[in-house]
């Protein structure tokens, strides 16, 4: 399954943006597999100097940004877990913000991000190998949109291409 097999009724416009940025020969699962080389070699390249900086007042820093892509992915995670059982719960919004401030990423270590991004990478590249094309085709509702399965687990991988480039343009200038 592609990412060029998703049709727009599947996910909520706000994520086209997401979704728009991920490579369309990949399938869901190399792109779970390759994305998490991607990202873990993004975050290992960047100066030691620049992971606790802020662009700006009032804007996350660049582990702030890595602990946002990884509750996200928890999230998405979960929602793609519920909707793939045939879980029709409305499941909640997040609101992102409330996140930022406990999570305390600053004072994590740099391996301490990695370690536990690739522990939720890895259990999702589980959950996906877990499901069948049914399963992925299930849809459900997150945030008061319709959302099916497969569009969960591509809208993270997506999300961590926007945020790698939101990185490179604002806070590695």
């Avoid at 792109?31 to 804007?59: C, M, Q, R, T």
């Avoid at 913000?97 to 939720?120: G, M, R």
């Avoid at 399963?135 to 961590?160: C, K, M, W, Y």
Wanted: glycine content about 4%; some cysteine; proline content about 3%.
């Amino acid at each position: 399954m592609k990412v060029t097999d998703l049709h727009d009724t599947e996910y909520h416009t706000y994520y086209k943006t997401y979704i728009g940025l991920i490579p369309d020969n990949r399938t869901l699962l190399e792109g779970f597999e390759k994305g998490l080389e991607e990202v873990v070699s993004f975050f290992k390249g960047i100066p030691e100097d620049k992971l606790n900086y802020a662009y700006a007042e009032d804007k996350w820093s660049v582990k702030d940004v890595f602990q946002h892509i990884i509750d996200t992915e928890r999230i998405f995670q979960y929602r793609c877990f519920c909707i793939a059982r045939h879980d029709k719960t409305a499941l909640p919004g997040y609101d992102e913000n409330y996140y930022a401030f406990p999570a305390q990423a600053n004072a994590k270590s740099l391996d301490a991000l990695i370690e536990e991004f690739t522990s939720v990478r890895y259990s999702f590249i589980v959950l996906l190998k877990s499901l069948s094309a049914a399963d992925l085709q299930q849809e459900g509702n997150a945030n008061n949109s319709p959302i099916t399965a497969r569009a969960a687990a591509f809208i993270v991988l997506g999300h961590a291409l926007w945020h790698m480039e939101v990185i490179k343009n604002r806070y590695l200038q």
